[in-house]
């Protein structure tokens, strides 16, 4: 069977709803991330809130994103007293984020402490990390345009993973489109392209983990496309940043020019409805701005 659509619908406090409709790429990688999708969908939604750089939410806001990772910390603490947790700086803010990722997100001791009674605060954790990073970069890149980098993430209670066949890695892309899908990053650790825009040197060697999956678990870009220049610039900078760490990656097995660095990510689909000019964009986003939560995905 070829998957040719996907619908998402949103929800907002109110319970208002809206569809929107995604037209799936006929490519090998994205009938496996549609085949793990229909087969997810039966299974549940688990993560349905992630919403990054929509100005009008909360979860967009660093003071409320900071006043929360106060809390869940403490929280924490209450859980795990043993834990000493380092102080966030919010002058080096992206460092203060490496910090915790490195010796509480994907650190060893931590993950033999997850149990089902406190999973759920260590993922809100991990969650807030990424949205103050969301923020951060989105600073960022509106110094450059008009448009936020706004994203919708969405992952299942079994995202049923497939190991990426070879001939897909030539799928990658480090541009971005508005309005379009891309299949989720699903592993515990890193991968490269995000190594190099927290400018990461903190991460365990056994969390360099490039992307190695296809699963259903989706990132949906609403934010500036991105042109050829600009693929052309960051693959210019990224490969500066490897050749300077490359005594490292090589001894872990990673080469420049090996497709298998999988840097960027896999396009899976894009939105059916004709958003082309930059007031088309704004208008889309105004209509989008106060929906807050995936209530249903469907692939056919």
């Known amino acids: 069977m070829s998957f040719k659509k996907m619908q998402l619908t949103l929800s907002d406090k109110l319970n208002n709803t809206i569809d929107l409709n995604f037209q799936i790429r006929n490519t090998l990688s994205a009938q496996i991330w549609a085949k793990s999708l229909n087969l997810a969908e039966p299974e549940g939604l688990r993560e349905t809130k992630r919403f990054y750089n929509f100005p009008e939410q909360d979860c967009s806001k660093l003071d409320h994103l900071l006043n929360l990772l106060t809390k869940i910390i403490k929280d924490l603490n209450l859980i795990h007293p043993e834990l000493i947790f380092p102080s966030i700086d919010r002058d080096q803010l992206q460092e203060s984020v490496n910090n915790l990722h490195f010796n509480f997100a994907h650190s060893h001791h931590v993950t033999n402490m997850i149990t089902v009674v406190n999973s759920a605060s260590w993922g809100e954790f991990n969650i807030v990390l990424h949205n103050i990073e969301a923020v951060l970069s989105n600073e960022l890149s509106l110094n450059r345009t008009e448009l936020n980098n706004s994203r919708i993430v969405f992952t299942w209670n079994n995202s049923h993973k497939s190991i990426i066949p070879e001939e897909c890695y030539r799928d990658f892309s ?44 989706t990132n949906i870009w609403f934010g500036p496309t991105s042109g050829h220049a600009f693929e052309k ?21 990673y080469f420049w020019g090996d497709p298998k660095l999988a840097l960027g990510q896999i396009p899976v689909a894009r939105l059916e409805e004709p958003v082309v000019s930059i007031i088309d964009v704004q208008n889309f986003m105004n209509n989008l701005a106060n929906y807050s939560k995936v209530i249903n995905v469907k692939v056919t």
């Open 174 to 217: 480090l541009s971005y489109e508005f309005g379009t899908v891309y299949a989720n990053y699903s592993q515990v650790g890193r991968h490269f392209y995000e190594m190099f825009r927290s400018q990461d040197d903190q991460l365990a060697d056994e969390h360099i983990q490039p992307f190695r999956y296809i699963s259903a678990d």
């Open 233 to 253: 610039s960051n693959i210019d900078q990224i490969k500066s940043w490897f050749e300077n760490r490359q005594s490292r990656f090589n001894r872990l097995g």
